[in-house]
T-cell receptor, first 111, second 114 residues
Framework: AQSVAQPEDQVNVAEGNPLTVKCTYS??????LFWYVQYPNRGLQFLLK??????LVKGSYGFEAEFNKSQTSFHLKKPSALVSDSALYFC?????????FGSGTKLNVKP | DSGVTQTPKHLITATGQRVTLRCSPR?????VYWYQQSLDQGLQFLIQ???????AKGNILERFSAQQFPDLHSELNLSSLELGDSALYFC?????????????FGPGTRLLVL
């Protein structure tokens, strides 16, 4: 079965520290991988995507993600967290005409 | 502001009823996607239309249907509503048919079934 896992419901980090939000997937073939962010009472916003090419993908707002095929992971990272990064983050995989979303990880950045 | 609009913002209805949710994509975007976000099911892809034709189908129930009109706006019809259909329904649009394109999401329609 195709699936996407975000093993952490919540990640807490201090402002200025690096952050990582984890995502692993279990799909066949060569999927497309995405990260979205959802701010309170708002729709999702696209952050970045991996189709092919370099394993390190750079996206919006200083975020980047590292694709690791052997570990089937696509972790979201940022070198220095901001309080304004506090939001709900979703990892998504597109494969064989369907999107699969992780359950979401709430990121709390404390001043 | 993504440029994608959805109406209504909120909808309260009763079980067994039928509702229609509307989505207007960004200017120039030909693809429209529908998603459901609920507390127990998380975020789920429902269906994609491209230039009026269905392109991909996700976890859409048979009680639900959608269409995309010649002016490219889309409607999601939900019938025989159940309590479990209460959720936030998002639409997104992208320029082409390709699912690797960046999708721009609307603010969502919050549906409450009582």
């Amino acid at each position: 079965a195709q699936s996407v896992a975000q093993p952490e419901d919540q990640v807490n980090v201090a402002e200025g520290n690096p952050l990582t939000v984890k995502c692993t997937y279990s799909v066949s073939g060569n999927p497309y991988l995405f990260w979205y962010v959802q701010y309170p009472n708002r729709g999702l916003q696209f952050l970045l995507k991996y189709i092919t090419g370099d394993n390190l993908v750079k996206g919006s707002y200083g975020f980047e993600a590292e694709f690791n095929k052997s570990q089937t992971s696509f972790h979201l990272k940022k070198p220095s967290a901001l309080v304004s990064d506090s939001a709900l983050y979703f990892c998504a995989v597109y494969n064989f005409n369907k999107f699969y979303f992780g359950s979401g990880t709430k990121l709390n950045v404390k001043p | 502001d993504s440029g994608v609009t959805q109406t209504p913002k909120h909808l309260i209805t009763a079980t067994g009823q039928r509702v229609t949710l509307r989505c207007s994509p960004r200017s120039g975007d030909l693809s429209v996607y529908w998603y459901q976000q609920s507390l127990d099911q998380g975020l789920q892809f429902l269906i994609q239309y491209y230039n009026g034709e269905e392109r991909a189908k996700g976890n859409i129930l048979e009680r639900f249907s959608a269409q995309q009109f010649p002016d490219l706006h889309s409607e999601l019809n939900l019938s025989s509503l159940e309590l479990g259909d209460s959720a936030l329904y998002f639409c997104a649009s992208s320029e082409t048919e390709s699912r690797q394109e960046t999708q721009y999401f609307g603010p969502g329609t919050r549906l409450l079934v009582l």
